[in-house]
DNA sequence: CGAGTCTTTGATTAGGATCAATTGCTGTGG
DNA sequence: CCACAGCAATTGATCCTAATCAAAGACTCG
């Protein structure tokens, strides 16, 4: 078919390394959270951030786990979720670089309300949320930055309430599609669209736009009809930006 | 029959007063936002902020205004909702006392995504964004306790999405009804149960759900004839939390 | 009392879920 | 290198939840 292709054209990232002392201080400074910091100040942050390698499909921490540290992504991609007790899972986020994870201020005894698994290889530097707390307070610049980022997160958050309120199954793809080409946008695939530069399961897809597997894969295919989409085992590009939108809207 | 009641419960709030100036210092002060300052400070707060009274049904600014004011619920309640199109709202939050809407952090030309309307009569205090940005540079205790705000919203925001993607109808009005209950419980109509201290229409209550007022009607006629609910127009009582929890858990 | 709004109830329809196979891709091991 | 195991995706048939369409009843207020 004229819109099919047979192999993914997803590159897989793996990253195998031991993130050096000044290396670290360098991907923290990069990271949103401490952007505003000079030299002598990310050190400081430095010391309390550890780093961890986690390979594809690995658990870096389960629901229902004490809810201590907070996490920042470095590389790859991080897949947060919640389960529920019949496998329905919600998707509620799929993070990349410098998106962070976990509980940002909780010190008690609250417990994780998510799944985080590995989508990708990915290295994330973490730290516990006391130390994390004292962060915030010794220096107010990281606190703003934090609050801005969960800001922004409510706000997307919000967006997808609206969505799942009052949008039909293929308007809810769409929009979906074009937010992750967005994102993770990796241009062009031999088609020329733009390749979502991340593993994506139907599954997954369902998982975040609350429809099951089998109806995100009759909308898929009917996009792919229409020549909008390419897509195959894991992977979907967007091929005709204009009509997703128009659907998107509504 | 057994559940229902002809006159609502709900007594109506009306608040036509103005604030003094220390009137205002102290209502800040009780405050999450600003619980952690000193007198002194209060003071330098106090100075920002503005007192406006709202009555029931009043606009208080519209989706698509300018995004430039952080407002804090004194008394009465503020429904915050956002608009669609075809009418079909969504209602993101019901906001009572001590609660913010409004803008955090944008100070560029962003647009106000939601309405924000008086649900009952109600009176706020609220103050630009910019000098509510400073006072965040100002006070860190002040960044922290938003940050802690936001955060919290988040999380709320999450389970929404939760319910939204995989729980039936029944199951999201149950658990709604209890979170309100919770939240705006005046205990005890003349029946012994637990009443919703808000006017809550069908239509609200459609809007909480992402269901239609013909669903939620019916939804809440099968709890009545239950005995889990007393309802009637604009109220709804908690009878038998026991068995709405038993729903709201599936 | 009568207009207007909110609520309830009924009849019908449709969007998706569910159930049930089948096909196709990938990586593995003989 | 090919066969096979195993998972991902597709497709079809059926069922059911909730939306839609339509109307009538109830409460409120001027």
């Known amino acids: 078919m004229s819109t099919r292709r047979r192999s993914p054209v997803t590159p897989v990232r793996v990253e195998p390394h031991r993130c050096t002392a000044p290396e670290k201080r360098r991907l923290l400074g990069t990271t949103p959270f401490f952007a505003a910091l000079d030299a002598r100040q990310l050190d400081e942050v430095a010391e309390v951030f550890v780093q961890r390698n986690f390979t594809a499909g690995e658990t870096i921490h389960r629901a229902g786990d004490p809810a201590e540290r907070l996490s920042i992504v470095v590389a790859g991609q991080v897949k947060i979720s919640r389960p529920s007790v019949d496998g329905q899972d919600v998707l509620l986020g799929l993070l990349g670089p410098y998106e962070h994870f976990g509980s940002l201020l909780e010190l008690g005894d609250a417990a994780c309300r998510d799944d985080a698994v590995a989508h990708s290889d990915c290295c994330v530097l973490s730290t516990d949320a006391e130390s994390f707390h004292a962060l915030l307070e010794r220096f107010p610049p990281v606190a703003l930055a934090t609050l801005a980022l969960v800001a922004a997160r409510l706000r997307e958050a919000q967006a997808t309430i609206e969505q799942l309120s009052t949008y039909p199954v293929p308007r809810r793809v769409a929009a979906t599609l074009l937010a992750l080409a967005e994102r ?67």
């Open 184 to 250: 993770l946008g990796a241009d062009d695939d031999d088609a020329g669209g733009v390749l979502i530069g991340v593993a994506l399961s139907r599954q997954d897809l369902a998982d975040m736009t609350g429809a099951t597997v089998e109806t995100v894969s009759r909308v898929l295919s009917d996009f792919r009809r229409r020549g909008w989409i390419g897509s195959g085992r894991q992977w979907v590009s967007v091929r005709d930006r204009e009509s997703l939108e128009a659907i998107a809207r509504g």
